[in-house]
């Protein structure tokens, strides 16, 4: 059997972590060989200990400086880099075959991109890469012939629900319409009252999921739902008339594809991230997770509703700008990060982040996306105008 090199973007999140988890169980099978991190030297290094890839890359030069050290007194035979740069060339050389990107919001964009160019296995957890430029990542994965395995638990499930053949297109293949699992997030039966006074932590308290701050603040809003609802639309080229959502608090059935016929296949499992990262590993083969298999028993029912469009603003608009089409979508994930970052600061209101994300969107108009750098150029604008927002206090 040959093992299979894999770079893990943003090793220290959720997902990387549990990237390494699964790999941990299958040692004859995967090797680490680049792990990447933001700022989590000490995290970081004890993935070092354990892990021995080749490559450790931290964002910033003086963090990558005390790995570096570290590992050399650990007598570690780990080369410790710094910046995008080394990202973007360790998601593409040659040695790599498989990339689990994770890195949460924009900073994932560039390597993972390489990636596709590169023609790797691109296991993709970021979901901001299809948000800012799904046009040009999609052109890169069929130029370049990567194999693109989505780990975002609803659209693998959307993935394993689909026939082999789906890239023919999705109306040739009898289906009706995606229907894109929501938890609901810890705010779905909360009085629209009591949501201005939400704090960090009531929001970052998901029911049913362990993630990192920012995507759990998106989960409340349901703005993550939303990006997922543009990044189902570039994975599976759907028209958004095509993807529903539908809030089901449980968190069992991942996602689910209707077709012509009447029927409805659909994955379900433990929520749990570790079981889209093994499908993604190991695809078309399936390994041992380490998650228990569901216990349909204990679950006794699955309840399932419409989203309250007024209720989650946030994911009316992911809907308005995948319509609107061109750099709209990396506008509105540009203002969303810098919303979701001043809430966590505590410097905006939780109903601040639809207003000010509503806002942007209304001061720029979207351009065609013909390059990165017109993706990057809306990016940089937003970003520039949603802090000038906050500063000048127009949302509370």
């Not at 390494?20 to 995967?30: A, E, K, N, T």
């Not at 996306?369 to 937003?382: C, F, N, T």
């Amino acid at each position: 059997m040959t093992i299979q090199n894999v770079t893990i973007l943003g090793s220290t999140g959720s997902i990387g972590v549990s990237t390494l988890d699964v790999i941990r169980r299958h040692p004859d099978r995967y090797k680490v060989f680049a792990l990447c991190a933001h700022t989590q030297v000490d995290k970081l290094f004890e993935q070092c200990l354990e892990f021995l890839p080749r490559f450790a890359v931290l964002r910033d030069a003086r963090l990558a400086g005390q790995l570096a050290e570290r590992c050399r007194q650990a007598r570690l035979d780990v080369e410790v880099r710094h910046g995008v740069e080394a990202l973007i060339e360790l998601s593409a050389l040659p040695e790599v075959d498989s990339v689990m990107a994770a890195i949460v919001g924009a900073a994932g964009l560039e390597p993972t991109l390489a990636a596709a160019k590169a023609g790797k296995k691109v296991m993709l957890a970021n979901k901001e890469v299809l948000v800012m430029a799904g046009e040009l990542f999609m052109q890169a994965v069929r130029e370049h012939g990567a194999v693109l395995l989505p780990v975002d638990s609803e659209h693998n499930a959307i993935f394993q629900s689909l026939p082999v053949g789906f890239g023919r297109g999705l109306a040739a293949c009898g289906v009706r319409q995606i229907l894109l699992t929501a938890s609901g997030g810890p705010f779905r039966n909360t009085p629209l009252s009591e949501l201005a006074n939400v704090t960090p932590d009531q929001a970052c308290a998901h029911p049913n999921w362990v993630m990192g701050r920012k995507i759990s603040v998106d989960s409340a809003t349901m703005m993550n739902k939303g990006l997922e609802v543009i990044e189902a639309h570039w994975l599976f080229a759907a028209p958004a008339e095509l993807i529903q959502v539908v809030v089901h608090p449980q968190s069992v059935i991942h996602s689910a594809v209707q077709y012509a016929d009447g029927s409805v296949l659909a994955q379900m499992g433990n929520p749990d991230m570790r079981t889209p990262i093994a499908y993604a590993l190991a695809y078309p083969e399936r390994i041992d997770s380490g998650v228990e298999s569901l216990d349909l028993f204990k679950v006794a029912h699955l309840d399932f509703c419409e989203p309250d469009f007024e209720r989650f603003r946030c994911l009316q608009l992911a809907y308005d700008v995948l319509r609107e089409g061109g750099t709209a979508s990396a506008i509105l994930n540009a203002a969303n990060e810098v919303a979701v970052a001043a809430f966590l600061d505590v410097q905006m209101s939780f109903l601040g982040i639809a207003r000010l994300n509503e806002a942007v969107l209304a001061a720029l108009p979207a351009g065609p996306e013909g390059s990165l750098a017109d993706v990057l150029g809306a990016d940089a604008e937003a970003r520039r105008l949603a802090r000038q927002m906050i500063l000048e206090k127009r949302f509370g």
